[in-house]
């Protein structure tokens, strides 16, 4: 530090930063908490709707569009409210920058491939295939 820098420890780390990306992951992920709060209250409603019917019933209700938007709506949003929440985790508790950022990319690379399986799943049940 030099001994011309009059500012106090805050107004320095203020300085420092990523450019205020921290706020944006913040924002998002009380969005996506918004969301979902909707989002699983319908998905659990419909659990219970649902149970003790057949098959071709809960693929007819999968069959509609408006449920198949919910779905997908549903796991998407889940998974990258899941994902950024690990991220926080990883950033706050892993050490080393080398890992610590293959951690967030084996997150993300998980989080995208377990939302494609799960989107191609549920539009192969809702179209009959």
């Known amino acids: 530090m030099k001994s011309s820098d009059l500012r106090t420890p805050l107004a320095r780390a203020r300085g420092l930063g990523s450019a205020h990306t921290g706020l944006h ?7 996506t908490a918004i969301a979902l709060v909707p989002l699983v209250v319908w998905f659990a409603v419909s ?4 149970s003790g019917a057949d098959q071709d019933v809960v693929r007819a209700w999968i069959g509609s569009p408006f449920v198949m938007v919910l779905l997908i709506l549903t796991i998407v949003v889940g998974l ?3 994902q950024l929440g690990l991220q926080v985790v990883i950033e706050d508790y892993i ?13 993300r690379f998980v989080a995208v491939l377990s939302g494609l399986a799960a989107t191609v799943a549920i539009l192969r049940i809702g179209f009959g295939g």
């Open 25 to 31: 992951h913040w924002w998002m992920q009380r969005l």
């Open 47 to 50: 659990l219970v709707m649902m």
């Open 80 to 82: 990258h409210h899941g």
């Open 95 to 107: 050490h080393g920058e080398g890992r610590k950022l293959a951690l967030i990319l084996l997150v």
